[in-house]
């Protein structure tokens, strides 16, 4: 064989074995035996809504959560059935039941287990004795016979959530223990805590005494008001809508109807009044009152179209600072085909009592198609605003003319009287009611000269209610009745 016959006989061969390696398949590795999935078997046998909680929360219940091909082995298991009448137990407590029974049966083993859980709550333990004691100033001044303190510790003990006969839940017991200290410091007391707490559990009894001593800390009471934010508007008339002269307790309530109030005067956008917490000088404290100035002049122009006297245009002006001074203006003029509108006022700021004092006119010329009615109106009056009650007394003086189209016969009309109006209210908001009602009555007594009727006094009476209820998620419903 020659060389080159060799050579060749060598190069198939290589091929040849080439081709045979490529065409075998590698062999695949051999695949894990599929692990059957986790499907604990619990039964819980307990009345309904403890059922519930304990399927909510129990570690056994939990189980169920595991991801498939999870697997639990029998000694957790059996930790697990020892452990569950001890979490059962603190389960129940956090509902009032302090001495249930619990029975754990398990059969089976693995992903076969199957465990029962058959619970007996027993007896619901109810608050019994409840004893409310106050340390620092509110029961240092209680002591020495403070009626105002008195009052309020009363008013803490009255309004605790959990009275005597209430079922006991750790829910209600951090809730009422909340709203005590949160009523405590609105009393004044901004630093007020909790010094001990204690509820006592007798399962035989199926009673719970509570004790609770808080530390009141200091009464806030006001030093100064330190105001930001002013521009235009004078510091007098902030300070006038206050109502809280130095030295008096700073509460809550007084904080948020003075925030109230100057939001309602209309002078500002917004403003917000806080209580300085420092106890260092809790004896002269500092509220922080910040307000946004509204415009000082504001515009208002409108389009509008009446069954009666047809389309008409008007523009409204405020002026928040006329002359320079604490005043407001109000203007509006209405003009259309059949009536020709204006009214307008000037009133003072709120003095320290909240009195303003206000001086408007109206003149008003209405057309149909048998007259031309003009009338004119002036009014002196007083007005004072508070968180619960509007006065308004007023001079005013009405003139009225009414002339026949037809005949050109002029009527004339006269009338002095002094007026009365006043409103309670019991609402949620002043600026934005939604829940409460409102009462409204006006008075007024006078006299009145005429050319075609009898001259002599007149009286006039009104009334009205008007209602507020919410009604479902963000819809309110509205109520008004009206008398006269």
Known sequence: MTARRAAQLLAACAVALLTACAGTPAPRPAEAPAVPAVTPQLEVV??????????????????????????????????????????VRELLQTEGYFDPQTRVTSEGSGSARHVRLEVSPGRR????????????????????????AAGTLADLRRAWGMPSGHVFRNADWRDAKAATLARLRAAGYA?????????????????AKLFLVADSGPLYRLGELHIEGLVEQDELSVRNLALLPAGAP?????????????QKSGLFDSATVTLDPDPAQAATARVDVRLHEAPLQVWTFGLGVSANTGPRASVEHAYRRVFGGPYVARNKVQVGRLEQLWEGEVSTNPNEKLYRSLLGGKVDRQESTSDIVLSQQVRLGRAQDTQRTERLYFVQAERGSRVVKDTG??????????????????????????????????GGL?????TDAETGPFARLYGRF????PIGYSWYGQLRVELG
């Open 446 to 450: 006078g006299r009145a000269h005429g």
């Open 250 to 262: 700073v509460t809550e309530a007084a904080l948020l109807d003075y925030q109230e109030r100057l």
């Open 409 to 442: 016969n002029k009527v004339d009309a006269v009338a002095l009287s002094v007026n009365a109006q006043g409103v309670w209210r019991q609402l949620d908001s002043v600026v934005l009611p939604t829940e409460g009602f409102s009462l409204s009555a006006q």
């Open 191 to 207: 630093n007020a805590q909790w010094s001990g707490t204690n509820a006592e559990i007798d399962p035989e009894s199926g009673r």
């Open 466 to 469: 008007t209602g507020y209820l």
């Open 46 to 87: 307990a009345p309904g809504d403890l059922k519930t909680l304990i399927e909510r929360h129990l570690d056994l219940a939990r189980l169920g959560s595991l991801a498939s091909g999870d697997t639990v082995d029998d000694s957790e298991w059996d930790r697990l059935i020892q452990a569950a009448p001890g979490q």
């Open 125 to 148: 333990t109810e608050i019994g004795d409840v004893v409310i004691e106050v340390q620092g100033a509110l029961g240092e001044a209680e002591s020495a016979g403070d009626t105002a």
